[in-house]
């Protein structure tokens, strides 16, 4: 709520104080929805209910998919548990434009030699903003690059991040924002690039926060949760057991 309310003032410190207070209204709104949800997931599901911001500790070679924002249902709430097929539309990484960040760092490829410097040039010479999966220091979309400069600029960028990496380390403020589907597996909405890099630099783990899970995977977490002994549980639950997103 803290949050919400320091982006409130700073909206009406520069714009005035209607925009502020239908700002206020707005997020007041939103945090009681928040509330509403948390207290419905604690009432489900006890000790393995879902929690705006929820983290965790994943390699980041575990994180093999991405899932697109479309593919998330219209209805969703802002977290937890989701119904539907939304996750069957994940992709893995190495099929993806992505790749190219491995062209490019592992291979030693120039930028232009690769898938991404491709898919990107291609977006803008057909009049869209290529717009980068990850967002902005303060958690905001980037806006994307419109021109081959703005472009080519944003790729020196992805360089100086791999080398920091590199040089210094994941930094662990860099939180990646990832779901998990029906049979555990991790999917980033968020943060490909530094998932990306991270795995090619041998990262042994990066900071997620869990954004959904898909619901049949919240009902595989509680029968392991419940099981008296795990030894018990069917080989299609044992398969889970040193999964990171399971407790017993």
């Known amino acids: 709520m803290h949050r919400l309310l320091q982006?409130?003032?700073k909206k009406g410190e520069s714009e005035g104080l209607l925009p502020l207070l239908?700002?206020?209204?707005?997020?007041?709104l939103r945090w009681g929805r928040d509330c509403t949800l948390r207290f419905k997931y604690l009432w489900e599901y006890g000790d393995l209910a879902p929690s705006k911001g929820e983290r965790g500790e994943v390699n980041p070679r575990h994180i093999n998919h991405n899932i697109a924002s479309k593919h998330?249902?219209?209805n969703a709430?802002?977290?937890?548990?989701?119904?539907?097929?939304?996750?069957?539309?994940?992709t893995l990484?190495?099929?993806s434009f992505f790749d190219g960040l491995r062209e490019r760092f592992e291979q030693g490829k120039h930028w232009k030699e690769t898938t991404y410097y491709q898919r990107g040039v291609d977006m803008?010479?057909?009049?869209e903003s290529f717009k980068p999966a990850d967002k902005s220091s303060d958690g905001e979309p980037t806006s994307g690059a419109e021109t081959r400069e703005?472009?080519?600029e944003y790729l020196s960028h992805l360089d100086d991040v791999y080398e920091s990496i590199k040089d210094e380390g994941y930094n662990n403020s860099s939180v990646i924002t990832v779901s998990i589907g029906r049979e555990g597996k991790w999917m980033t909405n968020h943060g490909n690039h530094r998932r990306t890099m991270a795995a090619i630099l041998g990262v042994e783990s990066v900071p997620v926060q869990i954004k959904y899970?898909?619901?049949e995977w919240q009902e595989k977490r509680i029968q392991i949760y419940n099981a008296d002994d795990p030894t018990n549980l069917s080989d299609n639950l044992k398969q889970y057991l040193d999964h990171p997103d399971i407790i017993f």
Do not use: C
């Open 7 to 9: 982006r409130a003032i």
């Open 22 to 28: 239908k700002s206020t209204s707005k997020y007041s």
């Open 72 to 74: 998330i249902p219209d």
């Open 77 to 90: 709430p802002s977290y937890g548990i989701l119904d539907g097929s939304w996750d069957l539309h994940k």
């Open 93 to 95: 990484w190495r099929e």
């Open 124 to 127: 803008i010479s057909q009049g």
């Open 150 to 152: 703005e472009f080519v």
């Open 213 to 215: 899970r898909h619901r």
